[in-house]
Nanobody
């Protein structure tokens, strides 16, 4: 059973927008740092961005270039990833993560979602 459940993926044309959602299954978020990662076919899973539930601080990968926005609604117990200006190279499976930390430059995640496919056509 997936600990986190994502939704909102789909097919969109280049330049379009999508909003992904993520919520825990049968419980509330319990850890402070939530994040999004993505994995394209044949590539490693890459960090997209993160947010702290306590203060709302956000952090983004360089490739986001102000196109994506991470937010969380503590009342709805939901994490969001708003994506605009989508490019074909944004095509990937997007995963939400809870309990993100970094050690020796590598991410460690307590809980992963099952992933949601985002496909951007040119």
């Amino acid at each position: 059973q997936a600990q986190l459940v994502e939704s909102g993926g789909g097919l969109v044309q280049a330049g379009g927008s999508l909003t992904l959602s993520c919520a825990p299954s049968g419980r509330a978020f319990s850890m402070n740092v939530l994040g999004w990662f993505r994995q394209a076919p044949g590539k490693d899973r890459d960090f997209v961005g993160a947010i702290t539930r306590s203060g709302g601080s956000t952090y983004y990968a360089d490739f986001v270039q102000d196109r994506f926005t991470i937010s969380s609604d503590n009342a709805k117990n939901t994490l969001y990833l708003q994506m605009t200006g989508l490019k074909p190279e944004d095509t990937a499976v997007y995963y939400c993560a809870e309990g993100l930390t970094y050690k020796d430059g590598k991410p460690h995640v307590s809980y992963w979602g099952q992933g949601t496919q985002v496909t951007v056509s040119s």
